[in-house]
């Protein structure tokens, strides 16, 4: 991957979606580099609105694309505020649970 490759978002975790960042959601890797398996990417909004989010995302999480449409996270985006799915109702649970004792 590399800066302007346009990608997919391929797994839903909880710490995108505190976010506003969905499975499924389109956007630009940000940055030159990746850091620590991660790369920055920007994920826009449709139209004139501004943008969903730029964060940190693992390379492993997602997956490059030839063309990016915005339209897309604007139809995931309003998924989830209509199923009530939205950023602010999730609670802060790890995504890994593997060190926790029962």
């Known amino acids: 991957m590399k800066m302007m490759d346009c990608v997919e978002l391929i797994v839903e975790k909880s710490k995108y979606a505190k976010e ?20 920055v990417v920007l994920f ?8 969903i989010a730029d964060l940190y995302i693992s390379e492993d999480d997602l997956k490059i694309i030839p063309v990016m449409d915005a339209r897309v996270n604007k139809r995931i985006k309003a998924q ?5 799915n939205s950023s602010k ?11 926790y004792l029962i």
């Open 20 to 39: 506003g960042v969905h499975k499924g959601m389109q956007g630009v890797i940000w940055e030159p580099e990746c850091k620590n398996g991660c790369w």
């Open 44 to 51: 826009p909004q449709y139209g004139d609105k501004e943008d």
């Open 80 to 84: 989830h505020e209509d199923s009530g």
């Open 89 to 99: 109702s999730l609670t802060d649970m790890p995504d890994d649970l593997s060190g």
